[in-house]
């Protein structure tokens, strides 16, 4: 089986006979499609789970959740290099978010802090693949975004704690990291509003490239995204512009299959998101988001179709949030046998189980990076509690980045020259 | 955010209509006993650690637990915002079956601040409706199905995703009556958390006051206490017209005593009519829904100083109760103005013009204005405190306005 084999490419879309956008989805390999239509796991099943509204909860698809015992047919593609890079990563991500858990309940973290447990395939499969330059835009779940992007722990921490050593200075909070340098461009709470930004990004890049004559710029932006957004009109009107401008933007979506209380299928006509990029000239890709091989391996032709000017992807994740929507959820509406089935196909276990069979590490090395992690978020956790609180002065800095913004004042100069502005004294 | 209460145990519901006050208590009783136990029934089942879980007023079982006596104590004088909401939504439901409510996780979750707890059970899915996260979508299906004399209550989970949907409620809802020359008009109410909650930064602090109170056709409510909430909420129900109403984050789980005036299913408050909280005589202190509360905390700490402050709850944004606000300053001659928005073009610029109109030979201080600082939620907590208005912000105001001496003044 290619690394391809948990993925569906929509085959004979009745508008597929369009030439055009044939040659589009000639660029995943095509032994893929052959793969899904003869593989027994291919077929169209839902799974036995059902809801109180008589739906199916979980398993969209079956090829998602009826492969647990193999994990990654990615086997001959990955090198040890590589898959320990995922496995740090993954782990990275849970340790930080288990303390921020901790963290929160200490009265450390303030507001809704939204963890992403149980998620973190779809992110490292994702982020480790790009480059420094490319962009990465995320939601309010998005801490483990920024660790991949390589936002330092120390940072991400600092900012959760409301420090001013924080990445943003200790003025975003939780739900908006940003970091210029590592590219990762939001942290943005509201549903479906880093999809335009996102497609913006990808906007810019082309524009660079082919306006501004920056032939070297081939830059891709990543946008994340749940279920719950794509009922929401800036996904599909994103969709029509990147496909029509052919950006080099890849939308991921992470099908979690709950909306905060709201199953992804109670609030949807037709749950299967990876459909919804045919319709655009876009292919969509289906993904088993608790396999961090099958991601990395869809990622790494999606990324790669972007930087080669293909235009856009389309890929759902199928993956699960291990805790409620934030700290403050009830998560009384989730059954008990879904969470049991999920957390059973944990993806960071999944990825050491496959490491040791295939002899790419040692138990003993995967706790050395465990350990080395582990020191890397007590040592975030010190940081932010050690580092100091933003000054007063901060208060009124960087509402503009011209200060001048804030007028003239009274005695004729720009009001931000006060002395008392600075002090955080002065009336605005 | 997220109080996860329980629902009503099967066929104990309450009948539409009146809540009997007896029965509210038994409610509640049975409802708190229950959740503790349940929660923590339901944290061993969890897959995720079960005693990080548990909320800070969880953890020590015992304090959790309340008395008997403590409960009816409590209940039988006092009510909270929430319980004020839903109680007037609940009745009017009852009274109406045009009343429909509508938005994300009002349903089976039960509303995410818990506002309409217990409503699915009893109207059904067709009338308490889970929406899709798409606020453009079903606001505009709310205004439609108002058009056609339905009178949807649409939810937001906060005010901040009402500007996703804003092109329906000015455009679609807020004209339409006068682009119909009055053939179309929109009984409909808007209504969900307004303004900073705690820690929730930029996105989510955000006052919209002075947004849709600035725009002809709609009507703008913004309660502070449980008699404000359950009386303006039905009028607004009641109301021809889309309205706007304002609520806080902060205020649901807070209790006011409420008489059994209040509590009579008939009750409603006239839009459009402030509230005079405290008589006084020096200085006239305007404000609405959270700030009602720090304003009347200032009052108490002036008295002690010998100023007297006459606390006016605005009660509605739009219409102003000009002749309230004026009356009161013609007596004082002091206006102090307050409110958790920016300062510019924001309510308390509105109230100064309209006393600059109409009583300016009363005045004997310049107006003084206390708003949010003219800057996003930071997130910071320090910061966010420096951000909103505080009670000691108000005093010094205050003081200002009497000619009194203050220390230098907190940014902004």
């Not at chain 2, 820690?199 to 002809?216: I, K, R, T």
Request: negative net charge.
């Amino acid at each position: 089986m290619s690394a391809f084999s948990a993925i569906k490419i929509l085959p004979t879309h009745s508008v597929a006979s369009h030439h055009h956008r044939r040659r589009r989805l000639s660029s995943f390999p095509s032994t893929c499609a052959a793969d899904l239509f003869c593989s027994p796991l291919a077929k169209p099943i839902f799974s036995s789970f059902a809801s109180a509204s008589g739906r199916s909860v979980r398993g969209i698809s079956a090829n998602v959740v009826s492969d647990e015992k193999q994990l990654g047919s990615a086997s001959s593609v990955i090198t040890r290099e590589e898959a320990l890079d995922l496995y740090e990563d993954m782990f990275l991500g849970r340790s930080f978010e288990d303390m921020c858990a901790q963290m929160y309940y200490r009265g450390k973290m303030f507001g809704f802090v939204h963890l992403y447990n149980g998620q973190e395939a779809v992110s490292t499969g994702f982020i480790r693949l790009l480059t420094a330059r490319d962009s990465v835009v995320s939601t309010y779940r998005d801490h483990v975004h920024a660790l991949s992007k390589g936002v330092p722990a120390r940072a991400v921490m600092a900012e959760l704690f409301g420090k001013a050593t924080g990445c943003c200075r200790g003025q975003g909070g939780s739900m908006h990291m940003f970091s210029r340098e590592h590219n990762l461009i939001g942290g943005f709470a509201f549903i479906g509003e880093g999809i335009p930004v996102a497609t913006g990004a990808a906007f810019s890049s082309k524009y660079r490239r082919e306006v501004l004559k920056e032939e070297t710029c081939n830059d891709v932006t990543v946008a994340f995204f749940g279920d719950g957004t794509c009922n929401n009109g800036q996904f599909f009107e994103c969709l029509n512009m990147a496909a029509l401008w052919k950006l080099p933007i890849v939308f991921v979506v992470e099908n979690n299959l709950w909306a905060i209380g709201m199953s992804h299928l109670r609030a949807t006509s037709e749950p299967e998101i990876w459909k919804k990029g045919p319709p655009f000239g876009i292919p969509g890709v289906h993904v088993d988001g608790m396999d961090v091989l099958k991601v990395w391996g869809v990622a790494k032709e999606a990324i790669a179709r972007a930087r080669r000017g293909e235009g856009p992807t389309l890929v759902e994740c199928e993956t699960y949030r291990f805790r409620g929507h934030s700290l403050a959820d009830p998560d009384e509406l989730r059954k008990p046998d879904e969470k049991a089935h999920y957390s059973s196909r944990d993806p960071i276990s999944a990825l050491k189980k496959y490491v040791i069979t295939h002899n790419l590490a040692t138990k003993s090395e995967l706790q050395t990076i465990e350990k080395k992690i582990n020191e890397v978020v007590e040592d975030a956790v010190e940081f932010a509690d050690s580092s100091p609180p933003p000054p007063r002065s901060q208060l009124l800095e960087n509402v503009f980045a011209d200060p001048k913004g804030f007028g003239i004042g009274p005695d004729g100069k720009y009001r931000c020259e006060d002395p008392g502005f600075t002090q955080g004294t002065a009336q605005v | 955010m997220g109080c996860g209460a329980s629902r009503l145990e099967p066929g104990e519901d309450i009948p539409p209509g009146l809540l009997p006050f007896r029965r509210r208590l038994q409610e509640l009783k049975r409802s708190r006993t229950e959740e503790s136990r349940r929660r923590r029934r339901e944290r061993k089942d969890s897959i995720v650690s079960t005693t990080e879980l548990l909320r800070p007023e969880e953890r020590d079982a015992d304090d959790f637990e309340t008395t008997e006596e403590e409960i009816s104590r409590a209940v039988a004088e006092k009510m909270t915002v929430r319980d004020a909401l839903n109680s007037a939504i609940d009745e009017e439901m009852a009274a109406d079956p045009k009343v429909f409510l509508m938005g994300e996780e009002v349903g089976e979750y039960q509303g995410a601040y818990k506002v309409s707890r217990g409503l699915l059970d009893k109207y059904g899915p067709e009338r308490v409706r889970d929406t899709p996260i798409t606020e453009a979508g079903f606001t505009g299906i709310g205004v439609g199905a108002a058009y056609y004399g339905l009178k949807p209550v649409v939810e937001f989970m906060t005010f901040n995703f009402s500007m996703q949907a804003i092109d329906q409620i000015i455009n679609s809802a807020a004209k339409s009556n006068y682009m119909s020359g009055g053939q179309i008009s929109v009984p409909i109410v808007f209504r969900g958390p307004n303004g900073a909650a705690a820690g929730v930064a930029a996105q989510h602090s955000h006052c919209y006051a002075a947004w849709y109170a600035s725009c002809p056709g709609l009507k703008v409510l913004s309660p502070y206490s449980s008699e404000d909430a359950r009386g303006m909420l039905k009028a607004a129900i009641r109301d021809p017209d889309p309205v706007i109403f304002l609520e806080n984050e902060i205020l649901y789980g807070e209790s006011f005593p409420v008489s059994a005036d209040v509590l009579d299913s008939n009750f409603c408050l006239p839009i459009g009519k402030a509230m005079i909280e405290r008589e006084g005589k020096h200085v006239t202190i305007t404000a609405f829904s959270k700030m009602v509360g720090y304003a009347l905390k200032a009052a108490e700490i002036l008295s002690k100083d010998g100023i007297s402050a006459e606390i006016i709850n605005l009660r509605s944004i739009r219409p102003l109760d000009r002749d309230t606000i004026n009356a009161s300053v013609r007596k004082t001659n002091r206006l102090v103005t307050v409110e958790e928005g920016f300062p510019q073009h924001g309510v308390g610029a509105e109230i100064c013009a309209v006393v600059v109109e109409e009583s300016f030979e009363y005045l004997d201080a310049p107006v003084e204005r206390i708003a949010g600082a003219d800057v996003p939620m930071p997130y910071a907590p320090n910061l966010e405190r420096l951000a909103v208005p505080q009670v000691e912000d108000i005093v010094r105001a205050a003081k200002r306005a009497c000619y009194r001496s203050v220390p230098m003044a907190a940014a902004a």
